[in-house]
């Protein structure tokens, strides 16, 4: 099937490649397509179609269509007419149920089209509904491309590039452009094969669309770049545009540009009985090199010339044997049927370029370029031009596809637009056409033909469909890029490994869940002494004469007059009055803040903070010191015991009370300290730099400070009944339900929240309980009242301290009554609790102001 | 709550674009009216604040990384090597300061807490290069 060798040809032939199709050996040359190098040795089906499983083969070798799609090495949907050939490769067909010769499923093309029509999935297969698992797995199974996970793991990655000039498209007109454009000029080829002259060429490469700001992403092998530019030159070409007539999809149809590569490029004999189609010049050019490779041409048809009514194809097996024009039988094995060229505006079009029809071409062209945006070359509508195929051409027998990516038949368009699908957006949901692998390239206009002709208008009523990314197909992992997982890591992360914590994630940090023991921890904690890293608290600096404004503004309750040296806890809450994020704030000085915030809420709060005063305007400087400071919390009755002989400061509960805060030196570390508690103890929270962290850690351990981790301290705040903003309270909760009315000083004259506070229902009420029988709900659990559901848990635990389950859940506003009884789902039964709305531990405060 | 030791890295705030930095400190930017003094030389704090400017020591709040090559800079952040220095986001929207070093060099301010996160990712990317 060689030809002899060519003027122009790409094959090495002293470089021979091999590779296995299906299992055996195929041999190609460098320079090869995996594609060419199939069909030089015989192979003619290159894959079964999508929905009806017909044969196809080689169409427009160009990428564009899907009739080559095949698995190489396990990667779906190559398109091997222009993979390069490599060795060793293992090629195989794919979506069929045999072989691609003998496609078991092809039977759903013989005797499933009455039961199969447009859309027959939205009015069959759906009764009874619970059948329809099995529906979808069926219909996935018969249709459809390849299958994903027979790869073995693949990298991608993603490159940034910045260029002055990024021009798409290699042709003649796309090469003269780079070269005159100067500077920084980039130019992407989807072939590449020429040597770039005072630019920069990356080819093999795809680019995938134009997004705003001139942003296109271009795939090239495994690598996505993401290329900026200040001017993109366009200069994608036309498309040449397949007939639509029965039997059009046989293999052996072909374009005439596929035959152009594989006799110049390939050396490859097409075919050995030719008809030719053309609507154009190039359509019919393609004559002379049919005949040069010796390929005997039985008729040309020039739509130019000829008033031509009836095409029909018909094969054997799928495989063309004869064409019928206007009633004259022509036996071939070839058929290169052109509609013309289409300008490939697709890229043009997402950049904003606006897309009309030129009757008189048969052609939609681009006009009107967005700024940063040209068009050089055929893509300009320029040369274009010849006669305007029909829509279809009659013939008796066989299917007429108007899109060969999704199956989708002249029959099936005719039926969208009976029922009522008649613009070109919604034939395209209906029937799926366009939706496929080629993404309209062969089938947009073809679709559009016929919807204008069933619909008695011209196609510029009908108009395109709006041109999306991507371009070309791509494949999910290059889009994903490198999968990286940002981790967060506290200053004392070594500490808490090398101590043998089991960590647990939380939002991006990992954290301690526990030492070993949980339970034992908070024992340790409530009789003697336990240290915990809360280093991931978000903690940011509010300085300026306003700050004491502005913090009066964002919270709901008081600030201005907080005194130096004290703390006070603040619920952040949003315009609508719902529960934001939480924490402490601590007057440092009169005009200098330290607010703490949730582990998760740090930069949101920071954000918050940032926004509000661009609103307001107040002298005030926001700095975010997360990482800046790292955080540690002593607590237990033994906390003060311990920390005195760390200190020179008195840290007596006389001179360092309950809610107090000040600067101290504890172990030589410089430490900002807050007397606050959340695990209900007699406690010290240990603010220092985040370089000293592990200094600090060590001599508290040393002091005899067991660590603990977040299951402990999770136990030990729900004995307090504290709550966890975002895994007590969700995006409704607000402080009226969440029985946090008391923190709102309603007397201001605004701030964040107020008129939704005023305007607040309750439609739920968090509550505390307890189970009556010990056992323990899921969070999340149902409350059900009279079998309906009336809330959810949102906490539970085992206290071992108190003897009991404890939780905090949302129940309705008339059950939250201290000792009301409440019914919680636990597997599938009501278990009986008890509501309790003071803490469940020292409810008095005595041990934390001890 | 101050630090036991001189910072090196101070953050500025006010009229950021009249700062002087001192020999050897460099001054980058952070956004408006916020910049990064890095080398921050003894004494430049009280320097700073008798000129009026906030400062906030942000040393123990930095992981500083330094990197070679353009072609791993642009796998690394959009920033172009001629906008530098500049904040922008690395490795999956974390923000960081680069600074150009010159000789295709490239310095990284990054959260201390993302630190060895972004050494990873960094380490990673020089694999895809084949490095």
Same mark, same amino acid.
């Given at each position: 099937?060689?030809?002899?060798? &060519?003027?122009?040809?790409?094959?090495?032939?002293?470089?021979?490649?091999?590779?296995?199709?299906?299992?055996?050996?195929?041999?190609?040359?460098?320079?090869?397509?995996?594609? #060419?190098?199939?069909?030089? #040795?015989?192979?003619? %089906?290159?894959?079964?179609?999508?929905?009806?499983?017909?044969?196809?083969?080689? =169409?427009?070798?160009?990428?564009?269509?899907?009739?080559?799609?095949?698995?190489?090495?396990?990667?779906?949907?190559?398109?091997?007419?222009?993979?390069?050939?490599?060795?060793?490769?293992?090629?195989?067909?794919?979506?069929?149920?045999?072989?691609?010769?003998?496609?078991?499923?092809?039977?759903?093309?013989?005797?499933?089209?009455?039961?199969?029509?447009?859309?027959?999935?939205?009015?069959?297969?759906?009764?009874?509904?619970?059948?329809?698992?099995?529906?979808?797995?069926?219909?996935?199974?018969?249709?459809?491309?390849?299958?994903?996970?027979?790869?073995?793991?693949?990298?991608?990655?993603?490159?940034?590039?910045?260029?002055?000039?990024?021009?798409?498209?290699?042709?003649? #007109?796309?090469?003269?452009?780079?070269?005159?454009?100067?500077?920084?000029?980039?130019?992407?080829?989807?072939?590449?094969?020429?040597?770039?002259?005072?630019?920069?060429?990356?080819?093999?490469?795809?680019?995938?669309?134009?997004?705003?700001?001139?942003?296109?992403?271009?795939?090239?092998?495994?690598?996505?770049?993401?290329?900026?530019?200040?001017?993109?030159?366009?200069?994608?070409?036309?498309?040449?545009?397949?007939?639509?007539?029965?039997?059009?999809?046989?293999?052996?149809?072909?374009?005439?540009?596929?035959?152009?590569?594989?006799?110049?490029?390939?050396?490859?004999?097409?075919?050995?009985?030719?008809?030719?189609?053309?609507?154009?010049?190039?359509?019919?050019?393609?004559?002379?090199?049919?005949?040069?490779?010796?390929?005997?041409?039985?008729?040309?048809?020039?739509?130019?010339?000829?008033?031509?009514?009836?095409?029909?194809?018909?094969?054997? /097996?799928?495989?063309?044997?004869?064409?019928?024009?206007?009633?004259?039988?022509?036996?071939?094995?070839?058929?290169?049927?052109?509609?013309?060229?289409?300008?490939?505006?697709?890229?043009?079009?997402?950049?904003?370029? /606006?897309?009309?029809?030129?009757?008189?071409?048969?052609?939609?062209?681009?006009?009107?370029?967005?700024?940063?945006?040209?068009?050089?070359?055929?893509?300009?509508?320029?040369?274009?031009? @010849?006669?305007?195929?029909?829509?279809?051409?009659?013939?008796?027998?066989?299917?007429?596809?108007?899109?060969?990516?999704?199956?989708?038949?002249?029959?099936?368009?005719?039926?969208?637009?009976?029922?009522?699908?008649?613009?070109?957006?919604?034939?395209?949901?209906?029937? $799926?056409?366009?939706?496929?692998?080629?993404?309209?390239?062969?089938?947009?206009?073809?679709?559009?033909?016929?919807?204008?002709?069933?619909?008695?208008?011209?196609?510029?009523?009908?108009?395109?469909?709006?041109?999306?990314?991507?371009?070309?197909? =791509?494949?999910?992992?290059?889009?994903?890029?490198?999968?990286?997982?940002?981790?967060?890591?506290?200053?004392?992360?070594?500490?808490?490994?090398?101590?043998?914590?089991?960590?647990?994630?939380?939002?991006?940090?990992?954290?301690?869940?526990?030492?070993?023991?949980?339970?034992?921890?908070?024992?340790?904690?409530?009789?003697?002494?336990?240290?915990?890293? =809360?280093?991931?608290?978000?903690?940011?600096?509010?300085?300026?004469?306003?700050?004491?404004?502005?913090?009066?503004?964002?919270?709901?309750?008081?600030?201005?007059?907080?005194?130096?040296?004290? %703390?006070?806890?603040?619920?952040?809450?949003?315009?609508?009055?719902?529960?934001?994020?939480?924490?402490?704030?601590?007057?440092?000085?009169?005009?200098?803040?330290?607010?703490?915030? $949730?582990?998760?809420?740090?930069?949101?709060?920071?954000?918050?903070?940032?926004?509000?005063?661009?609103?307001?305007?107040?002298?005030?400087?926001?700095?975010?010191?997360?990482?800046?400071?790292?955080?540690?919390?002593?607590?237990?009755?033994? !906390?003060?015991?311990?920390?005195?002989?760390?200190?020179?400061?008195?840290?007596?509960?006389?001179?360092? $009370?309950?809610?107090?805060?000040?600067?101290?030196?504890?172990?030589?570390?410089?430490?900002?300290?807050?007397?606050?508690?959340?695990?209900?103890?007699?406690?010290?929270?240990?603010?220092?730099?985040?370089?000293?962290?592990?200094?600090?850690?060590?001599?508290?351990?040393?002091?005899?400070?067991?660590?603990?981790?977040?299951?402990? &301290?999770?136990?030990?705040?729900?004995?307090?009944?504290?709550?966890? %903003?975002?895994?007590?309270?969700?995006?409704?909760?607000?402080?009226?339900?969440?029985?946090?009315?008391?923190?709102?000083?309603?007397?201001?004259?605004?701030?964040?929240?107020?008129?939704?506070?005023?305007?607040?229902?309750?439609?739920? /009420?968090?509550?505390?309980?307890?189970?009556?029988?010990?056992?323990?709900?899921?969070?999340?659990?149902?409350?059900?009242?009279?079998?309906?559901?009336?809330?959810?848990?949102?906490?539970?635990?085992?206290?071992?301290?108190?003897?009991?389950? =404890?939780?905090?859940?949302?129940?309705?506003?008339?059950?939250?009554?201290?000792?009301?009884?409440?019914?919680?789902?636990?597997?599938?039964?009501?278990?009986?609790?008890?509501?309790?709305?003071?803490?469940?531990?020292?409810?008095?405060?005595?041990?934390?102001?001890? | 709550?101050?630090?036991?030791?001189?910072?090196?890295?101070?953050?500025?705030?006010?009229?950021?674009?009249?700062?002087?930095?001192?020999?050897?400190?460099?001054?980058?930017?952070?956004?408006?009216?916020?910049?990064?003094?890095?080398?921050?030389?003894?004494?430049?704090?009280?320097?700073?604040?008798?000129?009026?400017?906030?400062?906030?020591?942000?040393? !123990?709040?930095?992981?500083?990384? &330094?990197?070679? @090559?353009?072609?791993?800079?642009?796998?690394? $952040?959009?920033?172009?090597?001629?906008?530098?220095?500049?904040?922008?986001? %690395?490795?999956?929207?974390?923000?960081?300061?680069?600074?150009?070093?010159?000789?295709?060099?490239?310095?990284?301010?990054?959260?201390?807490?993302?630190?060895?996160?972004?050494?990873?990712?960094?380490?990673?990317?020089?694999?895809?290069?084949?490095?």
């Amino acid at each position: 099937m060689r030809l002899s060798p &060519q003027p122009n040809e790409r094959i090495d032939r002293n470089a021979p490649v091999a590779f296995e199709f299906e299992g055996g050996a195929i041999e190609g040359y460098a320079g090869d397509s995996l594609g #060419s190098a199939l069909y030089a #040795s015989g192979r003619r %089906v290159f894959s079964r179609s999508f929905k009806y499983h017909r044969p196809r083969g080689l =169409v427009c070798c160009s990428g564009h269509c899907p009739n080559c799609l095949m698995t190489v090495d396990g990667v779906p949907n190559v398109r091997v007419c222009v993979e390069p050939i490599r060795a060793g490769a293992d090629v195989r067909g794919q979506n069929v149920l045999g072989s691609l010769d003998r496609d078991l499923l092809a039977v759903v093309d013989r005797v499933g089209g009455p039961f199969t029509p447009v859309g027959f999935y939205y009015r069959t297969m759906i009764r009874p509904r619970r059948l329809w698992p099995y529906y979808e797995r069926l219909l996935r199974n018969l249709a459809g491309l390849g299958r994903v996970g027979g790869a073995g793991e693949r990298r991608y990655d993603v490159e940034h590039r910045r260029v002055e000039t990024l021009v798409l498209g290699g042709g003649r #007109s796309g090469r003269a452009a780079a070269e005159s454009a100067g500077g920084d000029v980039l130019l992407v080829d989807e072939r590449g094969g020429f040597t770039p002259a005072g630019y920069e060429l990356l080819a093999p490469a795809f680019a995938l669309g134009i997004y705003e700001g001139n942003l296109v992403p271009v795939a090239a092998g495994d690598v996505l770049y993401r290329i900026r530019a200040e001017r993109i030159v366009v200069a994608t070409g036309t498309i040449e545009q397949p007939l639509v007539f029965p039997g059009n999809d046989l293999v052996g149809v072909m374009l005439p540009g596929a035959v152009r590569r594989l006799v110049e490029e390939w050396a490859v004999r097409p075919g050995s009985r030719a008809v030719v189609i053309g609507a154009d010049e190039a359509g019919c050019a393609v004559t002379a090199q049919l005949t040069a490779a010796g390929v005997e041409v039985a008729r040309v048809v020039d739509l130019r010339d000829s008033q031509v009514v009836e095409i029909a194809a018909e094969g054997r /097996r799928g495989l063309l044997t004869r064409v019928t024009v206007d009633g004259e039988q022509l036996p071939c094995d070839l058929l290169v049927a052109s509609g013309g060229r289409q300008p490939a505006y697709s890229l043009l079009a997402q950049g904003g370029a /606006r897309i009309e029809y030129d009757a008189k071409r048969g052609a939609f062209v681009p006009v009107e370029l967005p700024d940063g945006i040209g068009a050089v070359g055929s893509v300009t509508g320029g040369g274009v031009g @010849g006669a305007v195929p029909a829509a279809s051409y009659n013939g008796t027998r066989g299917k007429c596809f108007a899109c060969l990516c999704e199956d989708v038949t002249e029959k099936d368009l005719k039926r969208a637009v009976a029922e009522g699908f008649d613009s070109i957006e919604l034939a395209k949901r209906y029937t $799926t056409v366009t939706m496929g692998p080629c993404q309209g390239k062969l089938c947009q206009v073809a679709s559009i033909r016929l919807l204008a002709r069933e619909l008695e208008t011209g196609e510029e009523a009908i108009g395109t469909t709006t041109a999306r990314p991507p371009w070309a197909p =791509v494949e999910l992992g290059l889009l994903a890029g490198r999968h990286h997982e940002p981790l967060k890591r506290s200053a004392l992360h070594a500490r808490h490994v090398a101590a043998g914590a089991q960590m647990m994630w939380t939002g991006q940090w990992q954290r301690p869940f526990s030492y070993g023991d949980p339970a034992a921890e908070v024992r340790v904690v409530h009789e003697s002494l336990g240290v915990i890293d =809360v280093s991931t608290l978000g903690k940011i600096l509010i300085e300026g004469p306003d700050a004491a404004a502005f913090l009066e503004r964002l919270y709901p309750n008081r600030f201005a007059d907080l005194r130096v040296g004290r %703390v006070r806890y603040g619920v952040l809450t949003s315009d609508g009055g719902r529960i934001m994020d939480d924490g402490t704030i601590a007057r440092l000085d009169d005009e200098l803040f330290y607010v703490t915030t $949730t582990s998760t809420g740090s930069e949101s709060v920071y954000e918050w903070f940032e926004w509000w005063n661009a609103v307001w305007g107040y002298r005030v400087e926001i700095v975010n010191v997360t990482g800046a400071l790292a955080a540690i919390n002593l607590a237990g009755p033994r !906390a003060r015991e311990a920390l005195e002989p760390l200190t020179d400061a008195d840290v007596s509960p006389e001179a360092f $009370t309950y809610l107090g805060a000040r600067e101290l030196r504890v172990a030589c570390v410089p430490c900002l300290a807050l007397r606050i508690g959340f695990v209900g103890e007699l406690g010290y929270e240990l603010h220092c730099s985040a370089a000293a962290a592990e200094q600090l850690w060590d001599a508290l351990v040393h002091a005899g400070a067991a660590p603990f981790g977040l299951e402990a &301290q999770r136990v030990l705040r729900l004995e307090k009944a504290h709550i966890i %903003v975002g895994q007590d309270t969700d995006s409704e909760s607000n402080l009226l339900s969440s029985g946090m009315q008391w923190i709102v000083k309603g007397d201001k004259d605004d701030f964040v929240g107020k008129w939704a506070f005023e305007h607040a229902s309750v439609r739920e /009420r968090l509550v505390g309980f307890t189970m009556a029988d010990g056992v323990v709900p899921v969070e999340g659990a149902q409350v059900v009242h009279d079998g309906r559901p009336a809330g959810h848990v949102t906490s539970a635990r085992v206290s071992e301290r108190l003897g009991q389950v =404890v939780g905090l859940a949302w129940v309705q506003p008339e059950q939250a009554a201290d000792g009301a009884e409440i019914a919680i789902r636990i597997a599938g039964e009501p278990r009986r609790a008890v509501v309790t709305l003071a803490p469940f531990y020292d409810p008095e405060g005595k041990l934390l102001r001890s | 709550m101050s630090a036991a030791r001189d910072p090196v890295h101070l953050e500025v705030r006010g009229s950021v674009d009249s700062v002087q930095p001192a020999e050897g400190e460099r001054l980058l930017p952070l956004g408006p009216g916020r910049s990064l003094l890095v080398g921050a030389r003894a004494g430049a704090r009280e320097r700073l604040a008798a000129d009026g400017y906030l400062t906030y020591d942000m040393t !123990a709040a930095l992981t500083t990384l &330094q990197l070679e @090559g353009e072609d791993l800079l642009r796998r690394l $952040t959009d920033l172009a090597p001629e906008q530098l220095p500049a904040v922008g986001s %690395v490795a999956r929207a974390t923000q960081a300061l680069i600074e150009p070093l010159g000789d295709s060099r490239f310095r990284l301010y990054v959260p201390r807490e993302l630190g060895e996160y972004i050494a990873d990712v960094v380490a990673d990317l020089e694999r895809g290069l084949g490095r």
